[in-house]
């Protein structure tokens, strides 16, 4: 049953970053694009990273995706970490909602923010190459997948970091370089043995390589792999923040 309040965490969450779409829509956008003209225009009809696939159309899905994740990340982050600063938090805590409304309130409304930037970056970047949609429903179940489990990693670091340079080294030194190492820009099977292994390991990797997929029907793993992988690194995330959130963790003082 859905609560109203619930409801109306989601809809504060929701019109929080609404209000200053500027910064937090139109600015992600436009960073997007700058990529695609840079890395587009350099590499455009050098590189052909799948059979029939220009550099520009493999870079689109890559964008869209980083967009997506880091802007779920940075929607559940950012909120908590100012509500623990301004005090306002306990408003939050003090309600009759439970561990399980907080938390999908918090995730439900980064994901509406990742899907929304996510979107407008392909709104205009698809213009720069032709696309085909091959399986659009993994295009789908990995952009969910992808928005819940960053905007799940976003409310674990907003619970840890008690600054905001700690939630920016958060970021800087995990969010982002996982991402930047997942594929966005290149096939991982152009990389040497070491960092092919590496990439492997990297759970941000399966994400968006399962997403671009969907466009071209091509992949550097099977999508059935990836989908399993991001599911069981969801739920491991999901329990951890929880019990985080239950337990109180640097949120009861």
């Given at each position: 049953?859905?609560?109203?309040?619930?409801?109306?965490?989601?809809?504060?969450?929701?019109?929080?970053?609404?209000?200053?779409?500027?910064?937090?829509?139109?600015?992600?956008?436009?960073?997007?694009?700058?990529?695609?003209?840079?890395?587009?225009?350099?590499?455009?009809?050098r590189v052909e990273v799948y059979p029939g696939v220009t550099y520009t159309a493999f870079l689109i899905p890559g964008l869209v995706m980083m967009s997506v994740l880091q802007n779920s990340f940075a929607n559940s982050s950012s909120s908590l970490i100012q509500s623990k600063i301004t005090g306002n938090l306990v408003f939050v805590l003090l309600t009759p909602l439970s561990h399980w409304e907080i938390f999908s309130a918090y995730v439900l409304a980064s994901m509406v923010r990742g899907?929304?930037?996510g979107f407008g970056v392909f709104a205009i970047t698809a213009w720069?190459?032709?696309?085909?949609?091959?399986?659009?429903?993994?295009?789908?179940?990995?952009?969910?997948?992808?928005a819940a489990i960053l905007g799940t990693m976003g409310l674990i670091a907003g619970i840890w970091a008690e600054k905001f340079d700690?939630?920016?080294?958060?970021?800087?030194?995990?969010?982002?370089?996982?991402?930047f190492l997942?594929?966005?820009?290149?096939?991982i099977h152009s990389l040497p043995p070491?960092?092919?292994?590496?990439?492997?390991?990297?759970?941000?990797?399966?994400?968006?390589?399962?997403?671009?997929?969907?466009?071209?029907?091509?992949?550097?793993?099977?999508?059935?792999?990836?989908?399993?992988?991001?599911?069981t690194f969801l739920v491991v995330l999901a329990l951890l923040a929880i019990r985080?959130?239950?337990?109180?963790?640097r949120l009861r003082h």
């Open positions: 049953m859905i609560t109203t309040g619930f409801r109306t965490l989601v809809y504060k969450e929701t019109l929080r970053f609404y209000k200053v779409a500027t910064q937090t829509i139109a600015a992600p956008i436009l960073t997007a694009m700058l990529y695609l003209l840079i890395f587009g225009h350099v590499l455009s009809g899907i929304t930037v720069f190459a032709h696309l085909s949609f091959t399986a659009p429903l993994w295009i789908l179940v990995f952009a969910l997948l992808g700690q939630l920016a080294a958060f970021q800087n030194f995990l969010i982002v370089p996982l991402t997942a594929g966005v820009f290149y096939s070491f960092w092919l292994a590496v990439s492997h390991a990297n759970p941000f990797f399966y994400m968006i390589d399962g997403f671009r997929y969907g466009f071209f029907g091509q992949s550097d793993v099977n999508p059935w792999v990836s989908v399993a992988i991001v599911s985080l959130l239950r337990s109180g963790y």
